[in-house]
């Protein structure tokens, strides 16, 4: 089945620079990879997602990408605020298959004023 | 919409006691979610059901864990009897479905689970 694993597990940067979290994954027929951010004592919530047909997508300051051939796909945050610490997962799965997510171990991500 | 509802926020109890976890969908979502998360072993899907039906139950730990959706509105986790490495935050998700796309999964407040 399938296995999502998500690298670094702690991420300290200061503050205005970018940030990189990196997930890789086994099943080459995975086709959806969203990106959830949970802050401290607060429920996970969705902030981008890219399905494989897409290499890229943006949303502000948020970037996800996709390299199916490698099999992995990561989260860019530029210009960091504190507002951005929190706990980020990945995860993937296969749309036309069960609904089921796999996640990533999750990545603490710490802005250092 | 009020988004996911879940009670209770926390509970403590005793071990050997009984423990049950209600969740309340968002409306129109056909799919539900409950996970389990703790520091060692992250977010863990333990069930889900789609249109009230149970899909994938393979997360469950033992069978001292029981879940059922009697309608689609309502859905509860059980524990019995609980002991303390239940102790955990529970989050009940929903979502919904338009063909084969995926849509975003909406998680609940989460029930903080202490068993001593």
């Known amino acids: 089945g399938e296995n999502v694993e998500q690298h670094p597990s702690t991420l300290s940067v200061q503050e205005g620079d970018s940030a990189v979290i990196k997930c890789t994954y086994s099943?080459?027929?995975?086709?959806?990879f969203p990106w959830y951010k949970q802050e401290l004592g607060k429920r996970p919530q969705l902030i981008i997602d890219?399905?494989?047909n897409v290499g890229e997508k943006k949303d502000q300051r948020i970037a996800v990408t996709l390299n199916k051939t490698a099999k992995h796909f990561s989260l860019h945050i530029t210009e960091t605020q504190p507002e951005d610490s929190a706990v980020y997962f990945c995860a993937a799965s296969i749309e036309d298959s069960n609904y089921q997510l796999i996640w990533g171990a999750g990545t603490k991500l710490i802005i250092k004023p | 919409d009020a988004g996911v509802i879940q009670s209770p926020r926390h509970e403590v109890t005793e071990m050997g006691q009984e423990v049950t976890l209600r969740c309340k969908p968002i409306?129109?979502?056909?799919?539900l979610f409950w996970y389990r998360q703790t520091m060692m072993r992250g977010l863990e899907l333990l069930i889900y059901f789609n249109n009230n039906v149970p899909i994938d139950d393979s997360g469950m730990p033992e069978d001292r864990f029981s879940a059922k959706m009697p309608n689609a509105s309502f859905s509860t986790l059980k524990i019995q009897p609980s002991e303390p490495r239940d102790s955990a935050v529970y989050f009940c998700?929903?979502?919904?479905?338009?063909?084969?796309?995926?849509?975003?999964?909406?998680f609940g407040p989460g029930t903080r689970l202490t068993v001593l």
């Open positions: 099943d080459s027929a995975s086709n959806y």
């Open positions: 998700a929903s979502s919904n479905r338009q063909g084969s796309s995926y849509n975003e999964q909406f």
């Open positions: 409306s129109g979502h056909d799919y």
């Open positions: 890219i399905r494989s």
